[in-house]
C-alpha cells in the first residue's frame, strides 16, 4: 500500500481531505452584532461535530455555545437573548453555512409538579 493521500489512491488522509476542501470552500465568517456587541460565527465547514450533533437534537443553545465559544454565549444570553432572535440567527447562520434548514430550538422542558 502506498502512503497516505487525500485523492482516493491508498490509506485515506483525512487532514488532508479536509486541507484540500478548505482550499476550495470559501471561508467567511459569519458577523453578527446584537446589542452593540460583535460576534463571529465559524464557517459551517470549521463548526464542532458538537455543535452539528446539538442542531441535529435541535438543541440551538448548545450548538451557539459550541460555535461562539463558552465566553461569548454567555455574554450573549446575558444581554437578553430571546428564543425568537435565536431562531432568526440559526435561520441565516443556516444559509450562510449551506444547510437549506435547521430545527427551530426545542420548546422548553416543562416543571415537573410538586403537588400530588
Sequence with gaps: MTGASANGEGLFDLEAAAEAAAGEAASELFPFTYKGSTYDIPPGRDWPVAALAALASGDLERALSALLGEANYIKLTDA??????LNALFTEVGKKAGFPSLPNSRPPRRQSSTRR
Design 80 to 85: 437578553g437573548l430571546t428564543v425568537g432572535q
